[in-house]
């Protein structure tokens, strides 16, 4: 039995030999984690206006602009609540 689970084993992993930002990484997979019942189409707005340094107001005019709710996208009123683990 392993003292380091999955996730601590695939973030050290990329630690050494990935040039991309841990935080990043991190990040990703909360996102990844967060939501069960909407996969694979949730996003956390805010994390991808800050990997983008954007705005989750630009962001959001993008996504409505170039795709078609409840087809291409839902919006979540209120956000997800994330999950830790």
């Known amino acids: 039995m392993s003292d380091i689970s999955e996730k601590e084993a695939l973030l050290e992993f990329l630690k050494k030999y990935s040039d991309i930002d841990i935080e990043f990484i991190k990040e990703f997979i909360e996102i990844q984690e967060a939501d069960h019942v ?48």
Do not use: C, M, Q
Request: proline letters at 4%; aromatic letters at 8%; glycine letters at 4%.
């Open 38 to 85: 909407h996969e694979p189409f949730s996003i956390d707005l805010e994390i991808v206006a800050k990997w983008l340094n954007s705005s989750k107001k630009e962001l959001s005019k993008t996504i409505k602009n170039s795709y078609i709710e409840n087809i291409d996208y839902l919006v979540l009123k209120g956000g997800i609540t994330p999950t830790k683990r």
